[in-house]
């Protein structure tokens, strides 16, 4: 099992992209969070198999219908175990 940590830039807030990462994420059984910051970039944290996340990365670029994603900052470790389920966070 690994974590991935996403920050991605681009027009991600307000057009439905964390609604894609957690379909995304529910339907490849990944858990972790997806959230807006407050610089308007969209934090994704996700546990699992290499080849789940790796399949989650290919959609964090895809997006969402209406965003558009400039680039994604992306870091790997191993993972915590501390999530249940993916969530959208508040």
Avoid: P
Wanted: aromatic share 8%; proline share 0%.
């Amino acid at each position: 099992m690994k974590r991935m940590h996403l920050i991605v830039h681009g027009k991600v807030q307000g057009v439905f992209y964390r609604e894609h990462v957690r379909k995304a994420a529910q339907k490849a059984a990944i858990k972790g969070f997806v959230r807006n910051l407050r610089d308007g970039t969209v934090e994704v944290v996700a546990e699992a198999s290499e080849e789940k996340l790796a399949e989650l990365l290919k959609e964090c670029r895809k997006g969402s219908f209406m965003s558009r994603v400039d680039k994604i900052d992306e870091q790997h470790e191993d993972a915590t175990g501390e999530f249940e389920e993916f969530l959208v966070e508040f």
